[in-house]
C-alpha cells in the first residue's frame, strides 16, 4: 500500500486532517469495522501480538497518521484480530517525547481509532518501581498520573474540548474490571500512580525521592501524552506499567536500557499473558457492547 501524506506533513509530528481521513478510511477498507479496543504495546509487552488470533497486519508506513518508531524492541505495526471475543487492534511501537522532543508524535495513531469507532485504548509499559512491594517483574495498575513534564500534545488545539477534564483519566470501571479479574487469575497486581518524566537519560536518585514525596510509585517516560491525547479524542483509558527495575537510588544495582530490556523480556510471557486474559474478558463489559 503506497503512502501519501498531506501537503507539508512532517512525519512525527501532529497529522494533517487529511492524514486522518486517508489511516481511518485504509483501516475500514482493511479491517472493516473497528474493533471496541484498541492497544499499545510498550517495552516488554511486544509478545502480546503473537496472542492475536485471526491476525492481520498493516505497517506504521502505510498509515499516512502513524509516526515512524525508531525504538529496539519495538515493532511499528498495526496488528488486528481477536482475542476469544473480543476483537482488538494492537499498536506495535510509540513515538516518545525523548526521540524528537514532540509530545504529540502519536497524536495521529491515537486518533484515529476513535473515527474508526474503537471505545477503549490501553495502554502498557516499561516503567522503574519506586515502592519496594512492587519489585522488578511486578505488574501495576495505573490509578492516576503526575505529568512531571507539564509539557501537553493538546498545545495549539483550537477548541473548548482542549480543557480536559483528567479528574478520572484511568476508566474506573475498567480499573474495577482489571483488578476482579487479577484476582480471579491469582495475579498479585500492584495499582498506583504513574509519573512521567521525559528521559532519555535516567532520573537522579535526589529526583526520584522528590517524585516519591510527590505520591508518584512508578516512573516511565511515555504513557502521559498518550493518555491526554485519547481522553481529549473521547476513548476510555485503561494502562498497566511492568516494573523493569528500582528507580535511581532505590537499589545497588546500575540503570541501563538493556538491563531494563533484560527484564522486561524475562517478565514478558508474564505480562503478555495477563494482557491477552485481560483483552479477551473485555468482551463481558457490558459499556462496550453496541446498543
Ligand atoms: N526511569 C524512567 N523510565 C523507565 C525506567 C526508569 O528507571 N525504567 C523503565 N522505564
Known sequence: MQKHQGAGAVKGSAPELSDMADTVSILQATFGTAPEVAVVLGSGWAGAARRVQDARQVTYAELPAFPSTSIEG????????RIGAQRVAMLGGRKHTYEN?????????????????????????????????MPPGTLMLIT????????????????????????????PELLAHTRQLAKTKQVALGEGTYLWALGPQFETPAEIRMFAAWGADAVGMSTVPETILARHAGLRVLSLSLMTNMAAGLSSEALTHSATLQQAQASGEFAAGFLADLIGSLAEVASLRPK
Open 74 to 81: 519495538h515493532v511499528s505495526a498495526l496488528t488486528v484480530g
Open 101 to 133: 522532543g514532540d509530545c504529540a508524535s502519536m497524536a495521529g495513531a491515537l486518533r484515529s481509532p476513535k473515527p474508526w469507532g474503537a471505545k477503549v485504548l490501553l495502554q502498557t509499559n516499561a516503567a522503574a518501581s519506586l515502592r519496594p512491594n
Open 144 to 171: 492516576d498520573h503526575i505529568n512531571a513534564t507539564q509539557r501537553s500534545p493538546l498545545v495549539g488545539q483550537p477548541g473548548n474540548e482542549r480543557f480536559v477534564d483528567m479528574s478520572a483519566a484511568y476508566d
